[in-house]
């Protein structure tokens, strides 16, 4: 093991710091509701993708309100799933969502899958998100490594600031720590991604409240700057992405009526940055262009 690396039980403490400190989020062990089922960890695991936890749970709550199962949101139109979708950003999942509940009812009966691999055949699913739900859902064991966790490992055992860009190695090296009980596999996933999210976050991490502090191999080295190789995201004032999100706010609010396409941000400062944005919206199926004008799709 090279010098810089701490050795893999630094993270043993982990769960027992879970069970006393953890947030108490629907979608997580031990808090888990077991009426939540694994359909709302799916819903979840989608909305949180880029999204903070504070923003998505309203939005959870009323999503699964009106659509309780996998079949319920599969008889919806494309226009409802999107108006729903509301602010909480990169739209696109929505519809990808909407298309794993359609698949998870005509290949599975309406049950969301347990096999991580049936998981991974579903619209807009990647190795996190499948993980995610056998683990948390069914509490299987399996790696599951996100944004966060991987940060914990980082630091923890590999003496980074930050993590390298995402490779199967983060899993490999998550499943070599893994406890060998199911049950407390599952907490410990979970317990790296609280970790990761609250107390050894990207920016400034309270390594004063942090259970593996005096084994942490960043920590010990004294946390030097050892480079960042994350993809910066763009600004979004000015973008592309906040013409898009302008333009799909407008017809979400005139919903179910079109809008003519005159009448589409006439204000924008840049017309041409509008019209890529429409442009693209209906590339993405995320709205419609007929006579009538715009719309969301029907």
């Known amino acids: 093991m090279p010098e810089s690396q701490a050795p893999p039980d630094t993270m043993s403490r982990l769960p027992e710091w879970y069970r006393t400190t953890a947030r108490d989020l629907p979608w997580r062990l031990p808090a888990f509701h077991e009426e939540f089922g694994a359909w709302g960890v799916l819903v979840s695991e989608f909305m949180l993708q880029q999204t903070p936890v504070t923003r998505v749970i309203p939005h959870l709550e009323a999503w699964l309100a009106r659509w309780p199962t996998p079949s319920t949101m599969a008889a919806a139109s494309t226009a409802d799933v999107v108006q ?3 602010n909480l950003g990169y739209p696109r999942r929505a519809l990808w969502l909407h298309r794993a509940a359609i698949e998870i009812t005509e290949r599975h009966g309406g049950v969301v899958p347990r096999d991580v691999d049936a998981l991974l055949a579903l619209s807009g699913i990647g190795d996190y998100t499948a993980r995610a739900v056998a683990v948390f859902a ?3 064991r399996h790696p599951v490594v996100d944004t ?3 940060r914990v490992l980082a630091r923890a055992i590999a003496g980074r600031a930050q993590p390298a860009p995402p490779s199967r190695r983060d899993l490999t090296l998550m499943e070599s720590l893994l406890p060998v009980g199911v049950s407390e596999s599952a907490v410990f996933n979970a317990a790296a991604m609280e970790l990761g999210a609250t107390v050894c976050t990207a920016r400034s991490p309270r390594c ?3 259970p ?3 084994a942490c191999a960043w920590l010990a080295a ?3 700057d050892t480079g960042d190789e994350r993809r910066r995201q763009a600004t979004y004032e000015g973008s592309d992405r906040q013409a898009r999100g302008a333009v799909l706010r407008l017809l979400r609010d005139r919903s179910p009526e079109a809008v003519p396409l005159v009448a589409v941000l006439p204000e924008w400062p840049d017309a041409r940055q509008r019209d890529r944005a429409i442009d693209s919206l209906i590339a993405d199926g995320l709205a419609e262009a007929d006579g009538e004008g715009l719309s969301l799709p029907r």
């Open 208 to 210: 004063e409240l942090c």
């Open 84 to 86: 729903q979708w509301a």
């Open 138 to 140: 069914y509490g299987d």
């Open 212 to 214: 593996l502090a005096d």
């Open 148 to 150: 966060n966790t991987r």
């Open 222 to 224: 004294g946390r030097p």
